[in-house]
């Protein structure tokens, strides 16, 4: 027998495609919104490498949530850190290396 995955539903939003768009490239919506004011808060720039920024190259620049949950966005930024791709992948595979290293 084939273990198959269901498939998630459908949700409707109610909204036409185009204004979905409009609002992802405004940075309207629940998911990217977030993003949009840790940039403002924090700026340009990478917190543990401190490389900069500029309008051409940021979205090499990620937020990263230092408890590690993604829902927990409060407006103050306090649980964001602006990681470059780089560093942002280095810090999420810490975790795993320690582990390995450790027998977990």
Request: aromatic share 6%; with cysteine.
């Amino acid at each position: 027998m084939v273990n198959r995955r269901q498939r998630p539903k459908k949700v409707r939003s109610g909204k036409s495609a185009d204004e979905i768009i409009r609002e992802l490239k405004a940075g309207q919506t629940s998911s990217g919104s977030y993003r949009e004011r840790s940039l403002k808060i924090h700026g340009l720039i990478c917190a543990k490498c401190a490389r900069e920024f500029d309008y051409k190259d940021r979205h090499l620049l990620t937020v990263h949530h230092r408890d590690g949950n993604p829902r927990n966005n409060p407006p103050d930024g306090s649980n964001w850190e602006n990681l470059c791709v780089y560093c942002h992948e280095d810090e999420h595979s810490r975790g795993l290396l320690g582990d390995y290293l450790s027998g977990g």
